[in-house]
Each structure stands twice: as structure tokens, then as C-alpha cells.
């Protein structure tokens, strides 16, 4: 057990949906990024955030969004689901906004699936 | 953006054998770190590198950080069925304003039949 909780750990739904990923980050991280894995692709950046704030952006849709609560866990939004959204979305947490010395720490991935 | 090449794309190991993956970049990177990832599991820290030139081993893995800074390799001695899996590099450049992980494409290790 990494530490970061990642609920629901699979999730199906249909085009045009929109669904919630959730995370709970590793006890006394402050940092939490999202990230998105295709299919045999590598991991894409989605973004970051930092105690509550938007740290760092990168390929994230328009359709998609997240934020970080009070208690630190975080929501990934993806709203007017297209069938390339099916992946596995993975967040992953640090104590810092700037990630070393230890790099991030993984949960086990919501893996999506639009049909 | 900054991009990471990582090769080989897969590779197949004998029990027992060496093996080696390395990852290149056209930037530069303060941090060098090496993932695994397993079926169904997030990716796993291996090793983290933080200084060009640093050489660190953890059990049987072996990683460098390159000392042009742009490229790092991950060697694997006496290699064993758990070592089955998909290893990332990650380059990661630290800015205030916020430290995203760029990964390589992975390298898939599989057994020879």
C-alpha cells in the first residue's frame, strides 16, 4: 500500500457522461498531481496542485478539470466523455510543490472505461 | 515540451542475464528517476538521481545520471521473473512554480518463452 488512495479503482460509463476520480494523498503530502495512461502509452501530466492551489498545468482537455479540497484529497472532473477518454488516471502525491528529493508516490489508478 | 526517449521500447530476459534501458533527452533535467510498474499498479520509485555524474544502486539495480544531464540508464543484473514489468524514466526540471514529472515511453520486460 503506496499510502495515496485512489477510489473507484475501475469505473465504466458511457460517451457524453461525466464521472469523478477521486484521491486521497499520502498523510502529510501536500502536493498531488494527476496523471493520464493510455493504453500501452506512457504517463501524460495533467496537473498539479499545492495545498489547495493549481500549481501546474499540462495536457489537460477543457473538458476536463480538478481541484484540491480543505482536507487536501483531490477530484478529477471529466465531463462529455469521448470513448479515447478510457485510460488509466493515476494521481500521485509529494510533501513539496516541487516534488524531490524522493519524487512522487503513486495509487493504483482509477482505470476508465467509456463505452 | 520537453520529451523523454526511452529504449529499448521492450526488451526479453533470461533468468540470470544483465540487462540495461536508457533514457535521452534534448533538455536537461535537475532529477533523474526510474519507475516500475507493474500489471494494474501505479508505478513504483526505484531509484532517484540527483546530481550529474551519480552512480546509485539499489540491491540489483543499477542508474546513472548522465553528466550532460540529458540522458540517465537503468541496468538490472542477474535478472529474475519479478523483474518482469514496465520501467520509466521520469526527467524532472525544479521550478517554483510547480514540478511535473516529464516520463519516457517505458520499456516493457518480458520473459523469453
Known amino acids: 500500500d503506496s499510502g495515496v488512495t485512489q477510489t473507484p479503482k475501475h469505473l465504466i460509463t458511457a460517451t457524453g457522461q461525466r464521472v469523478t476520480l477521486r484521491c486521497s494523498p499520502r498523510s502529510g503530502d501536500l502536493s498531488v498531481y494527476w496523471y493520464q495512461q493510455s493504453l500501452d502509452q506512457g504517463l501524460q501530466f495533467l496537473i498539479q496542485?499545492?495545498?489547495?492551489?493549481?500549481?501546474a498545468k499540462g495536457n489537460i482537455l477543457e473538458r476536463f478539470s480538478a481541484q484540491q479540497f480543505p482536507d487536501l484529497h483531490s477530484e478529477l472532473n471529466l465531463s462529455s466523455l469521448e470513448l479515447g477518454d478510457s485510460a488509466l488516471y493515476f494521481c500521485?502525491?509529494?510533501?513539496?510543490?516541487?516534488?524531490?528529493?524522493?519524487?512522487?508516490?503513486f495509487g493504483s489508478g482509477t482505470r476508465l472505461t467509456v463505452v | 515540451g520537453q520529451q523523454l526517449n526511452q529504449s529499448p521500447q521492450s526488451m526479453f530476459i533470461q533468468e540470470g542475464e544483465d540487462v540495461s534501458m536508457n533514457c535521452t533527452s534534448s533538455?536537461?533535467?535537475?532529477?533523474w528517476l526510474w519507475y516500475k510498474q507493474d500489471p494494474g499498479e501505479g508505478p513504483v520509485l526505484l531509484i532517484a538521481?540527483?546530481?550529474?555524474?551519480e552512480l546509485t544502486s539499489n540491491g540489483r539495480l543499477t542508474a546513472q545520471f548522465g553528466i550532460t544531464r540529458k540522458d540517465s540508464f537503468l541496468n538490472i543484473s542477474a535478472s529474475i521473473p519479478s523483474d518482469v514489468g514496465i520501467y520509466f524514466c521520469a526527467g524532472q526540471v525544479l521550478k517554483a512554480a510547480g514540478n511535473k514529472l516529464t516520463f519516457g515511453g517505458g520499456t516493457r520486460v518480458l520473459v523469453k518463452p
Open positions: 500521485a502525491s509529494s510533501v513539496a510543490a516541487q516534488g524531490a528529493p524522493y519524487g512522487y508516490t
Open positions: 533538455s536537461i533535467f535537475n532529477t
Open positions: 496542485y499545492y495545498n489547495g492551489e493549481e500549481r
Open positions: 538521481l540527483y546530481k550529474a555524474g
